[in-house]
């Protein structure tokens, strides 16, 4: 059993990071046969009180006064350090390359950096053209920063990939800008499919290779996280999306007579650190209603499966602000209309400027008096 224990004051964003390094021994180390008991109350979990009273032995006194999370994140980000893990004649080297603050254009794609957080958490970023060589000896040397450094043995070592940065690691620095979609990146673009959808349930290895379960004609509930707790989203306004927010999607389809659920944690590019923390743990409290059943399949903006796309049938729109009676629409709104059919096509809100027009593809500028549809010469 892992036993997550909450102090009386602790916030939903240390509950929510609690939860999901739990699920992560559970998961990783415990071949997902563990069992996670949370005490949020001590009265009332008494099993599991005893249980860590057996293993840690009797309280000594009582709790500690809480430390102010404004002190905490101070004392995080006044001891950041950044390192550079590059080759120097043949041989790897490890060198101290920025304090706070931090920028984002210090991170080199073709190399791998150790990010501090003087012993709170060590960080392993590993560039896109990084050698594993190069990722394996950023790894080792984290870890022996632990000894080196005299930090807590318990300090946490992550790695973390380049274009797929959790939130926590990004707030660190000064500014971070998304990359585009990975099409743009330079990366071997994707064939259009060269197959009917309503063949995928007979051909199951054709699904797995296109990370198809089905045609996307399951059953569909969405929820959007608000002041940390998830609100159910209107149906009618099913597949649209805000940059500044987090969404919940549970998808539900049929296989072998009975039901399979897939999860989708949706993460807005502007969305902040406290709502996608927030975003994990009620994916996580979702879960537990479908006794752990679920796959949670997590979703940056911009980068939407295959599959995700097909469940809205062309009809997901992302707008880049946020939701809500406080966030009004602009004078002017261009959304760029990308893909071949109902199954891989989506909407996204871009800068309402010339420079945003692509002539691959469709463009729908509206104002509020008239809306105007711009067709590309090469659009499909």
């Known amino acids: 059993v892992l036993i997550q224990w909450n102090g009386p004051e602790a916030n939903l964003s240390e509950k929510s990071r609690g939860l999901a390094l739990a699920r992560h021994i559970r998961d990783r180390e415990r071949g997902g046969r563990a069992q996670i008991g949370v005490v949020d109350e001590e009265q ?19 709790l500690r006064d809480t430390i102010p999370d404004e002190k905490v994140d101070e004392f995080q980000k006044a001891n950041l350090r950044l390192y550079h893990l590059y080759e ?32 709170f958490k060590i960080y392993v970023w590993q560039g896109q053209g990084s050698s594993q060589e190069e990722k394996k000896v950023a790894f080792s040397r984290a870890v ?14 992550e790695v973390v990939n380049d274009g797929w940065e ?3 690691f990004k707030q660190l620095f000064q500014h971070w800008t998304e990359k585009e ?27 797995a290779r296109h990370t198809m379960v089905d045609d996307g004609s399951g059953k569909m509930e969405v929820w959007r996280i608000e002041d940390l707790h998830k609100k159910p989203v209107d149906p ?49 409290e979702l879960d ?28 997901l729109v992302v707008f880049q602000v946020r939701a809500g009676p406080h966030f009004p629409k602009p004078a002017a709104q261009l959304f760029q209309v990308r893909g071949t059919d109902e199954y891989n096509t989506k909407t996204t809100e871009v800068p309402p400027r010339a420079s945003s027009l692509s002539s691959n593809d469709v463009f729908l500028l509206a104002t509020r008096e008239i809306c105007y549809l711009w067709c590309g010469k090469g659009a499909p």
């Open 44 to 62: 009332n979990s008494a099993d599991l009180m005893q249980i860590m009273e057996t293993v840690l032995g009797p309280r000594a006194g009582s």
């Open 236 to 284: 009618k306004k099913y597949g649209q999306f805000h940059g500044g927010n987090c969404y919940l999607v549970l998808y539900t389809y049929q296989k072998a007579g009975r039901p399979h659920y897939i999860l989708y944690l949706w993460q807005g590019r502007h969305a902040s650190v406290d709502e996608a923390m927030a975003l994990a743990l009620n994916a996580t």
């Open 144 to 157: 022996g920063f632990i000894q080196a450094k005299g930090y807590p043995a318990t300090t946490n070592v």
């Open 181 to 207: 979609p990975l099409e743009q990146l330079g990366r071997a673009k994707v064939d259009a499919m060269k197959f009917k959808m309503t063949h995928l349930q007979g051909q199951p290895e054709l699904a």
């Open 88 to 119: 120097k004649d043949e041989d790897l080297v490890v060198q101290e390359i920025a304090t706070r603050p931090l920028t984002q254009d210090l991170l080199q794609h073709e190399d791998c950096h150790i990010l501090d957080q003087g012993g």
């Open 166 to 168: 959790p939130a926590a």
């Open 288 to 315: 537990h209603m479908y006794q752990e059943e679920a796959v949670q399949v997590r979703v940056t903006m911009g980068r939407e499966p295959r599959h995700f796309l097909a469940i809205f049938k062309g009809r």
